[in-house]
């Protein structure tokens, strides 16, 4: 079955520092993967997400992603961390599915806390 | 930038009583999608809505819940008869043609 592991539960960061959260996926077939970010009290907003091609893809707020195949990872980094980007992080799976609309498989999520 | 807009923000209701969340999703998208969190879980797919139809829904989505686009632009929720295990934050979401999903700030559903 399709599953989506976030090993992180809580991670803290001295803000400048740089980041890297983990993301796992299990799916059979060549993946659309995402990552989404939720601060206290807003919705789900995308950061950036991986469909084909370059395997390093550069999203909103500085933030990247590095897919690798070999080890099923889609890896979010961002050089130097600001305590703006104190939030919870969902990496996400997209099922292609009959019709193409893309049924989302979520992790359990990672929250970022920033120290000053 | 154009966005996914929901209300109410906060429900708080009573067990066995209806709910309807309602939704507008971004003006030129054609596919509509529920989403929930229950505190402390992972976000769970419930239904996914395109060309006036469910087009795909989970096992989550029984009898209980049913969408509608009743207009051109709103999009919504109903739960019929609410149990506890209802409370959740849902979310709506819209795509355009199912490859990139913006999802609204959620309505925080609380059943007591």
């Known amino acids: 079955a399709q599953s989506v592991t976030q090993p992180d539960i809580h991670i803290t960061v001295s803000e400048g520092a740089s980041l890297e959260l983990r993301c796992n996926y299990s799916?059979?077939?060549?993946?659309?993967l995402f990552w989404y970010v939720q601060s206290p009290g807003q919705g789900l907003q995308l950061l950036l997400k991986?469909?084909?091609?370059d395997t390093l893809v550069q999203g909103i707020k500085g933030f990247e992603a590095e897919f690798k195949r070999s080890q099923s990872s889609f890896n979010l980094r961002k050089p130097s961390v600001h305590w703006s980007d104190a939030a919870e992080y969902f990496c996400?799976?997209?099922?292609?599915?009959?019709?193409?609309?893309?049924?989302?498989?979520w992790g359990l999520g990672t929250s970022l806390a920033v120290n000053p | 930038e154009p966005e996914v807009t929901q209300t109410p923000s906060h429900q708080v209701t009573q067990m066995g009583q209806e709910v309807i969340l309602r939704c507008v999703p971004i003006?030129?998208?054609?596919?509509f999608y529920w989403y929930r969190q229950i505190l402390g879980q992972k976000v769970e797919f419930l239904v996914s809505f395109y060309n006036n139809e469910i087009s795909e829904k989970s096992e989550i989505f029984d009898d209980q819940f049913s969408v509608e686009r009743p207009d051109g632009s709103n999009f919504t929720l109903k739960i019929r008869s609410t149990k506890l295990e209802d409370s959740a934050m849902y979310f709506c979401?819209?795509?355009?043609?199912?490859?990139?999903?913006?999802f609204g700030e959620g309505s925080w559903l609380t059943v007591v």
């Open positions: 991986y469909f084909s091609g």
């Open positions: 003006s030129n998208h054609l596919y």
């Open positions: 996400a799976v997209g099922l292609d599915n009959a019709g193409n609309n893309r049924k989302l498989i």
């Open positions: 979401a819209s795509s355009v043609g199912g490859n990139t999903i913006y």
């Open positions: 799916y059979g077939a060549t993946p659309y």
